[in-house]
């Protein structure tokens, strides 16, 4: 793993203003979000062994995952499973459905679209999972642009003062994988029959970029005859305030109602279940929707299954049933703040990470020495329902940035990488997109 | 009906792109009354446009150049780009619709900031 210097190509964001979804965020060279608006450009090269291992630890991983929520939900004595969704701060109106929802087979199981793993590499040659973004995974559409921007630089710039390795190839399966499990879900779901909405919130402009990416997967590859919409959160205003588009709603029998007052029967979304949760609590709607959702016939990407992996508590429960396992080698020794083990008192005291419970994009997100903060993020009102405390694990730096390496998990595979640079040791919500390379060109010493 | 010129090279991943525009001034407004809550409102039709050849400006499928009354780049929703699958027959909801408005969708969710992607 290395860094390299590549040049910035010229019309660089005119080509990802035609190439990409993101394409306002990417294309501003004020933001820098995307690598080629700093002065000196880079991308990251692995080899192939390199490549290897993040595949087989992004696996590996999604294995440990299954395991895990099989034991979760094991009822070994009376009340296990209820004390650890207690334990992860999921209200209790929502147990039964959420059991429901990892065991239900018949008619179809709860299908999840794709997971991603974010994960520390070390100088030492170590993969650390940092975090699983179970339920809301963003950045698909960066995957996707960063093979747009490799397949442009070896068509176009070899030629330039910074050439790719002429083997140069890229760890990118993302659309490939997606497209299948989209294939998957129109089986088990008739997509033909049932449409699939999208809820983005209005205000977040990246929500609607990944909506858009994946329907444009899913009709270029599966079928463009499936009905897709849509849905906004709250409500979509024109510039004059005027209403344009009702928002989400809810009927007495807790299914989703879309802006024209249908029912919505296969749902993907971009918001957390916890935050759905306390939208129904606040409306008092949380009796037909827990209802609902545990009969199950209205689906929902990702299901609520996933709630449990996104939560930063199963983080602490993973390293209590996998530390002495082969999955150990990837986790980072965690525990719930409230923990008073010994485990938990010796990471307590030195240099360590502080993380809530649920939250993203490095909110409520402290380093933590023993004896004082070194770094903290904002913490946007996130870390109410408790933290989690993680072992400190130094990322690997290029050019003055901290990166992290998110991989993506589809239907059990690896589906390919994408990195992030921060200038923080915490990746926050302005962060840098840097493209990867793979190839073993260069990285051995010749004997 | 595709998207994207035809000359235009295929070799990687092509967005759709262009988006859609609501047009409400001009000889031919492109709305129509509705009346909607016991008043009348203006239901505006979004028409489908791409991306010109100059940076920055739209066209519309006939070629027109559609001006822009705001400076910036064009931030139009790009999800009325393609014509769209019809929609399948729905079931209507049932009773009260909850969740819409300040107590509803949307109420409790805390930011993680602005800016940035």
Known sequence: MRPIKIIRRPHWQRHIRENAYQADVLSDAKQKYWVESLPQPFAIQFDTQEESAIADATESLWEMCVEFLDWFFTEETAGDVDQRLAQLKIPAAYWQAIKNSWEREDPVEDLSLCSRFDFALTEAGDIKLLEINGETPLLGAETIYQWNWYADYMRNHQKSAAPLPSNATQFNDYWEKVAGQWRRINEAYNLKKTGISFLVDESLEEDLEMAMQLIQILHDEVDESIYTQIVYLRELLDDQGELVQRGLGLDEEGYFIDHINERIPLLWKMYDWSDLENDMAQSGSTEAFSQRLAVGDMKVIEPLWKQVLSNKGAMALMWEQFQTSSYGQYLLATYFETDISMGSTELAVGMHVRKPLLGMEGVGISIETGVGELEKRDNFGYGEEGFIIQEYVELAQAFGYHYMLGSWAVDGEAAGVILRGDTSRVTGRHCLIIPHIISDDGLYIPE | ?117
Do not use: C, E
């Open chain 2, 1 to 117: 009906m595709r998207t994207f010129p035809d000359a235009q090279n295929t070799g990687y991943y092509q967005p759709r792109f262009g988006g859609s525009y609501f047009h409400p001034f001009g000889l031919v407004p492109s709305f129509i009354l509705l009346n909607y809550a016991g008043s009348q409102r203006r239901l505006y039709q979004p028409s489908t446009v791409y991306q010109s050849s100059t940076p920055g400006q739209v066209v519309t499928p006939n070629g027109q150049v559609i001006s822009n009354r705001q400076s910036g780049v064009v931030t139009a929703p790009r999800h009325t780009a393609a014509p769209a699958p019809a929609r399948p027959k729905g079931t209507a909801a049932r009773g009260t619709i909850r969740g819409r408005g300040s107590q509803g969708f949307g109420s409790t969710y805390k930011s993680t900031g602005r800016g940035g992607k």
